[in-house]
């Protein structure tokens, strides 16, 4: 066992698709955006935007734009990526958009270098903090954010990044296996995998 | 003040570009990787992949092939970035890459759906993780990862992601300002702030 709470938190830290209605602190949510404030981004212009929707009416129209364009997307969806799918019964149905208490849309700045990779970095402090809080998300990426982007009326130049459902799960999920470290590490040359 | 060790961590957590030559533990390292590999990502594809570098030889090669790089778009470079890369007296040297003891280079899978996006998060939680052991680094984005990729016999389809120099500070070195949560966040609606 390791005395790292981060590895603590990163290997507890799993994936919820059903929520239950309890409610969620919004204070619980704030320190959780500050930490992702407190990212590192390329010349720290600090790309990103954070966008919290209490309001039902707002998370239906989030809901509705999405499955628009998770329609679309399993329309045309094969190979790996299909099956995967499949076999985890995840279809255009986002349910989550409305049924968690709360959700933190994530925004780029496109303007700024590296907006993507610093607002995932970001994104990767934010999991990390609502684990610690006893909160519970999806990463989920919407198949067509323009659409939301529009009905939201977010200021031109901004890219729907992430959107996060917050919130308590409804059943005990299991997390997806993850590969051993050894797996996918290397040492001094990529012929030498780590022992 | 706040109880949260991540928000903590967050805040102390700052980029660092002098290294100087106290060796790192590899054990160390591992952990913080195995938090990386913890991440979640598109259809759990988990693609990335980490090249410890520990050979001065090879850090020497890096060193000298990002530079060729940084020398190419420090010409280019122009606007508001150029500012702010003259204003902390940052060129094309890069000497962290031979002074930090140990380099992890992060690549992606391009062949996996959201990889970068997975591989950024991944990072966002090792940033957290070298924190927590007491490790600093700087999150390098090389110019020209091409030319790395090729130095290094990197198989085709994976990215060159970030390049993270790991070590201990030679300068005690202040923290780039972060914007206050407040500033960056917004509820129910893009006009109204949050408070």
């Not at 700045?109 to 270098?113: K, L, M, N, Q, S």
């Given at each position: 066992m390791s005395d790292s709470i981060i590895l603590r938190l990163a290997r507890a830290r799993k994936t919820v698709r059903k929520f239950d209605s309890t409610p969620v602190e919004m204070a619980d949510v704030i320190t959780v955006l500050e930490a992702g404030s407190q990212a590192p981004s390329g010349a720290n212009s600090q790309p990103w935007r954070f966008l919290i929707i209490t309001d039902p009416n707002t998370k239906a129209i989030i809901r509705e734009a999405s499955e628009e364009g998770e329609k679309e997307f399993y329309r045309t969806v094969g190979g790996g990526l299909k099956n995967w799918l499949n076999g985890k019964g995840i279809?255009?149905?986002?349910?989550f958009l409305e049924e968690a208490p709360l959700l933190v849309l994530v925004f780029s700045?496109?303007?700024?270098?590296y907006s993507t990779e610093s607002v995932w970095l970001s994104i990767g402090y934010i999991l990390l903090s609502l684990e610690e809080k006893g909160l519970h998300t999806i990463t989920y990426t919407p198949s067509n954010p323009q659409e939301i982007l529009e009905k939201l009326e977010?200021?031109?130049?901004?890219?729907?990044e992430a959107v996060l459902p917050i919130g308590f799960p409804k059943f005990r999920e299991s997390k997806e296996e993850r590969r051993d470290v050894s797996e996918v590490s290397y040492l001094n040359s990529w012929e030498r995998k780590l022992e």
């Open positions: 279809d255009w149905h986002k349910p700045d496109g303007a700024a270098p977010i200021p031109q130049g901004f890219r729907l």
